[in-house]
């Protein structure tokens, strides 16, 4: 007897469900006492992961979609493409910085945003500390695969046999940013991930510029620019708020792109098509 495929929406649900368990877990240590925010926010992540893990080795059907999606090389043709999406995803290191400095700029003025700072002796030195590693390893290595396989390969795949091309990478990358803790940057991230995988057909060019943006954020790479030094307000800021109206304009036209122009469809099982 043929299993019944697994819906979009209920593939959602189970993405959702790993998210608050994660989250959960991380709520309910808040009581235990010497628990850093940090060490939260690192336990709910592993939690998360563990349980998405788990569907993708459990469930035939995700286990069998993610060995196909993987198969696909990117094409030598398309590394250009690649190196230059990846360039415009780091983008959104800058434009969430800038974003995170005009809301407080809107609710406190300009010393609201002075006081946004980075120490940077301190930075360097708690860049090498073991939970920091431990993190960047979860996020830059394991985190790209898990997530690619599950919003990209699985998720949007099944969208995509019932939705237009947009409509499922819009649709994608909203359940990828309510999964995640920054949903404007996580949508926003979704869509270039999205978009990528639809130009070249392969998962492993969106892991790769996955692995790339959270990797990005620590502190011996971008994260020791993303605040500016000297910071005296909001004017101090207008990299960081270039970056916001780029990011925007970039990935607005490349999602266009790609919904009009994407590569061949990946082949999918049967049991994937609509009816």
Not at 48 to 53: A, I, K, P, R, V
Not at 88 to 102: E, I, K, P, S, T
Not at 132 to 141: C, E, G, M, N, P
Not at 158 to 176: E, H, I, V, W
Request: with cysteine.
């Amino acid at each position: 007897m043929t299993a019944r495929p697994i819906s979009p929406l209920q593939l959602a649900f189970l993405l959702f469900a790993a998210t608050f368990a994660g989250a959960a877990v991380s709520h309910a240590a808040t009581d235990a006492p010497h628990v850093s925010r940090e060490r939260l926010i690192f336990l709910s992540r592993v939690v998360t992961l563990l349980l998405e893990g788990a569907m993708l080795l459990g469930i035939a059907q995700l286990r069998d979609g993610a060995a196909r999606v993987l198969e696909r090389p990117i094409a030598r043709a398309r590394f250009g493409e690649v190196a230059a999406v990846l360039s415009v995803a780091l983008l959104a290191q800058f434009a969430r910085f800038g974003v995170m400095a005009l809301d407080r700029w809107l609710h406190g003025g300009d010393p609201a945003v002075a006081a946004l700072h980075l120490d940077p002796a301190a930075g360097m030195q708690t860049a090498w500390t073991a939970p920091v590693l431990r993190d960047r390893l979860l996020t830059a290595l394991i985190a790209p695969v898990v997530e690619e396989l599950l919003f990209r390969g699985a998720l949007y795949e099944r969208l995509k046999a019932r939705r237009s091309t947009l409509t499922a990478m819009l649709l994608t990358s909203l359940a990828f940013g309510l999964c995640h803790d920054d949903f404007f940057f996580a949508f926003a991230v979704g869509v270039v991930l999205n978009s990528l995988y639809v130009r070249t057909g392969s998962l492993r060019a969106a892991i790769l510029v996955h692995a790339a943006v959270n990797l990005a954020s620590w502190y011996p790479l971008l994260g020791q620019l993303l605040v500016p030094r000297p910071n005296d307000g909001l004017r101090s800021w207008s990299w960081q708020l270039a970056c916001i109206v780029m990011f925007a304009a970039l990935t607005t036209a490349y999602a266009l792109l790609a919904s009009r122009h994407p590569r061949p469809a990946l082949e999918l099982q049967p049991a994937l098509r609509s009816p």
